[in-house]
Every structure is written in C-alpha cells, then in structure tokens.
C-alpha cells in the first residue's frame, strides 16, 4: 500500500480462551512451548525484537488510501528533511494480519492510512525529527498506540507494528487478571524481548528474568503482571517468562517511560502516550528491546 504524502462469565472459561486465543501472542510466544507465538502494554530498523504472531515477513506495496495533512515543524532532522514509515497490524492471535484497519498520527491529525490485505501500512514524507505516536482503529478492536517515536534523521523508520487483540480477547484478559477496565485510564502492555527476535519471526521471543518498571511509577495494583509462559497474564510472577509479556492496568492519562532490568542486558526504554480508553502497546519490534 502506497501511503499518502506526509500523512470484553466465569474465570474458567475466560482462562479456556484465552488459552486458545492467546497461544501465538499475549506477551508473544509461539509454537512448542505451551502455546507461545510482537501488545501489550517494541526495535527493528536497526535491531529486532518482540512479540511473534508469525508471518508478515517483510512489507509490500499497495494501493494509496488514506487523507493528506499538514507536515508540521521539521524538527532537528534538519531543514525540510522527511521520512518514510511503514509497519504491519498483527492479530493477537497466530499468523494473522489485520486489514482495513484505519492508521493515524496523533501529532498530525488529518493524516491518515488504511491496512491493506496484507495488514500493511505506510507514510510518507513525514518530517525526521518529529515525535509521532502511530495509532490502529477499527471496529470490534480496542483503539491501539505505539510508542512514542522520534522520527529518525536518516533512513526509513520501518516495522511499526500492532499487535491487536479484538473485544473479545481483550475482555477475557481483565477477567483474567480480575481488572474492570475504567475508560477514564489507559491499559499499557509491552513485552521484553530478546535480541535477534521480533513479532515477524513466528518463534517465543521473551527474555526471561526481567523486572519491568514505569516512570512515573504507580500503586502496586496497577502493575507490573507479567505473562506465564503459557502466555496467561499471572499476578503472583515476579519477573518475566520465556513469553515476555507484561501489563499495566487502570493506568492513569499521562507520559510514561517503561524500563526493563536484568544482570547482564541492557534493555532499550520505551516513551509512551497513556490517554483514556486506549491500549497501549510499544510491540515488537519497538517495545522494551534487548540491546545486541
């Protein structure tokens, strides 16, 4: 797709479905180990990371859709500098790619995109220095943002990626984790990603035996709870499993940094937006990175 210029019954049966639902994503394993596939609540483009659903592989080229906007200030990429963005919408769930999902900026409204067949998307010409937050709408989902970039200075800035749950998958992890979503809050999922692993490569990814922290930090009850290695949300874990996944719940509008520790790795931060009834999810390859 060629972008335009600029531009939620019982526990049990919660837990049989997200069981099912969850086996190729939650915090985004797949395959043998007990259901493991990159929300919730990503770094490729140079080094890659995440939560695996599977099998976008790399992007593609589609028709344009979408609405033109304003470029806005160039920021520090220099005098008229652009760059180009593209990115794909996975399913929480295996190998499956979200289609006519509307992609927008929050700090450029009136630019817009539509994922293609493929789940893909792209922009062009937006102004390097820039912060854009990338933001996924469609019916039957929860609104989804990415973290906040700051649009590189040179080169495209590519895999911006969603992991998005529907309504029902969502629901099923409050239930899960015994949480009443307030539409006054944000929901934050991320996952702690290894090193050379990303939502594009279809195998478990989490680097296990990290702590997750979040500035500014919040009461207990809000988080961190991390994901077990049979990718289900598990309040009394410590620190992250093979699934990498982790969330933040009921969390207060506002700027947030997510930070993850483990002896031996270094670990990229993840700036985000938290505004009220959204799902934050810096995904694979862009959310809480081991670094090579």
Known sequence: MRAVPLTARLRRLALVFAGSVLLACGGG?????????????GSDAGSTGGEGTGSAG???????????GSTG??????AGAEVDVSGDAF???????????????????????????????AFEGLPAGAAATFVFSRSG?????????????????????????????????????DVVPDPATCQIAST????????????????????VTITPSLPAEHGPVYFNANVIPQKDLVETSADGGVLYTN?????????????GVDFDE?????????????SPPWGIQARP
């Open 29 to 41: 394993e797949t395959g043998s180990e007990a259901g493991e596939a990159s929300g919730s609540s």
């Open 58 to 68: 790399s992007t593609g080229s589609t028709g344009s859709t979408g609405s033109t």
């Open 73 to 78: 200030s160039t920021g520090s990429g220099g």
């Open 91 to 121: 399913a929480f769930g295996p190998a499956k790619m979200v289609a006519g999902a509307t992609v927008t900026i929050l700090e450029f409204p009136g630019v817009s995109t539509v994922t293609d067949d493929a789940g893909h998307f």
């Open 141 to 177: 989902y929860p609104t989804i943002y990415t973290r906040t970039f700051a649009l590189p200075a040179e080169g495209p800035l590519e895999r911006v990626t969603f992991q998005a749950p529907d309504d029902a998958t969502f629901a099923a992890l409050a239930s899960i984790v």
């Open 192 to 211: 702690v990603t290894r090193v050379g692993v990303s939502l594009y490569d279809g195998v478990a990814h989490g680097e296990a035996g990290a702590t």
């Open 251 to 263: 969390v207060p509008p506002g700027t947030y940094v997510l930070r993850a520790s483990k002896a």
């Open 270 to 282: 993840v700036t985000l937006r938290c505004d009220p009834d959204v799902l934050v999810n810096p």
